[in-house]
Structures are given as C-alpha cells and as structure tokens.
C-alpha cells in the first residue's frame, strides 16, 4: 500500500463511451502525474500537476483531458477514445517539483480496455 | 532508438544467485530512477540517485555519470523479487522510461 489509490481498478468501454480514472493519494504531496504503459512498450508520462497547475503535457491527444481540483486528488477525464488506447493508467504523486527529480509513489494502475 | 536502454531484456536466475541489470542512457541527465513493477502493474520506486551508489536491503543501485549508465545490483536473490525492473532518467523537460528487465527467480 503506497497511500495512492485508483479507481476503478479495470475499465471496459466503447469508443462512444464517456468515462472518468480518479486517484488519490493520502500522502500529503504536491505533485500528481498521469502515466500510460501500453503493452511491450515503456510507461509514457501524460500530465504532471504541481500544486494544482498543469505544469506538463506530453503531447497527449484531447480525448484524454485531465483535472486536478484540490492536491489530494487528479482525475483522467475520456471521451471517444480508440482501441489503441487501451493500456494501462497509473497515477503517482511526490513531494512537489520536477517530474523525474523526486521519488514517486504510484498507484496500482486502472487497466482500461477500449472496445 | 529509444532514450534508455535496458539490458538484459529477460533474466532467469536460480535462488540466491547475484544479480545485475544495466541502464544506459543518450545524454546529460539530472536523475536517474530505479522502479520495480510486480505482476498486475503496481509500480515501486526502489532508487533516486544522481551521483554514485545507494544500498537498501539487498539491492544496489550505482551510476556513472561520465559513462551514463547505472546498475541495479541483486545479492542473494529470492523468488519474490520476480518483477519488471525500470530505469528511468530525467532529460531535459522529459521524463524517458527504459522498456524494462523482465526477472524470474527459481526457488
């Protein structure tokens, strides 16, 4: 248990679909990143928040759409997502600072699968 | 041609055996990141480092910065530290993930 949790822990949807990835984490940190790792390939980062500003966006496409309303938590807000898509989430949370410069603590990951 | 290599990309080992994976990576770096990745994705920082050697346990993390690589060092390995072993480093304003090293420990 590394005090980051995510939900749902798998996520079946349809291309038309709307849906949400929530984590949280009960470790006081500032800092808050979305992570996708897709089969046979290396974790990619997606966003990095820093006290709740969007400080990094890796070219990610605008179906995924991210909100950090308060430190604690960070949503993966998805819509008309594509089977290519399908990978899994992970969440992680540090201190607060440069993605990279700190330990991160990560949650168990959402599986999605887009169908 | 990815930023991190990784090498090797699979390893099995027997019970109480040493252990080494090696990272090696393109240009200057301001960190480096040893993670572990059990079965089912969970994801554990073991190391930060960005100069020299650090111990916990039975693992070693060491980097040379001249050369740009690092090892991760397993002494008496056990089953239980089957798992995906990932280098990561900070370039820049990116953050690159090596592909990882697959281990298997046979008791």
């Known amino acids: 248990e590394t005090g980051v949790t995510q939900t749902p822990r798998h996520l079946v949807m349809g291309m038309t679909n709307k849906k949400s990835l929530k984590c949280e984490q009960h470790?006081?940190?500032?800092?808050m990143y979305w992570y996708k790792q897709s089969a046979k390939k290396p974790l990619e980062l997606m966003f990095v928040?820093?006290?709740?500003?969007?400080?990094e966006n890796n070219s990610v496409p605008s179906r995924f759409s991210p909100e950090c309303p308060n430190s604690s938590h960070l949503f993966l807000h998805l819509h008309t997502l594509q089977p290519e898509d399908s990978a899994l989430y992970l969440c992680?949370?540090?201190?607060?600072?440069?993605?990279?410069?700190?330990?991160?603590?990560f949650g168990p990951g959402t599986r999605l699968l887009v169908l | 041609k990815n930023e991190v290599e990784q090498s090797p990309q699979n390893l099995t080992a027997q019970e109480g055996e040493f252990i080494t994976i090696n990272c090696s990576y393109s240009?200057?770096?301001?960190?480096l990141h040893w993670l572990q990745q059990h079965p089912g994705g969970g994801i554990v920082s073991l190391f930060m480092?960005?100069?020299g050697k650090k111990k916990h346990g039975r693992l070693i993390a060491t980097i040379n910065i001249q050369e740009k690589h690092s090892s991760l060092h397993i002494t008496a390995s056990h089953p239980r530290d089957s798992a995906v072993y990932i280098c990561?480093?900070?370039?820049?304003?990116?953050?690159?993930f090596g592909t990882g090293t697959s281990l298997t420990v046979i008791p």
């Open positions: 992680a949370s540090s201190q607060g600072g440069l993605a990279g410069e700190e330990t991160q603590y």
């Open positions: 470790l006081g940190h500032n800092a």
């Open positions: 928040y820093n006290f709740k500003e969007q400080t």
């Open positions: 240009v200057g770096i301001s960190a």
């Open positions: 480092l960005s100069s």
């Open positions: 990561a480093v900070r370039l820049l304003h990116q953050f690159y």
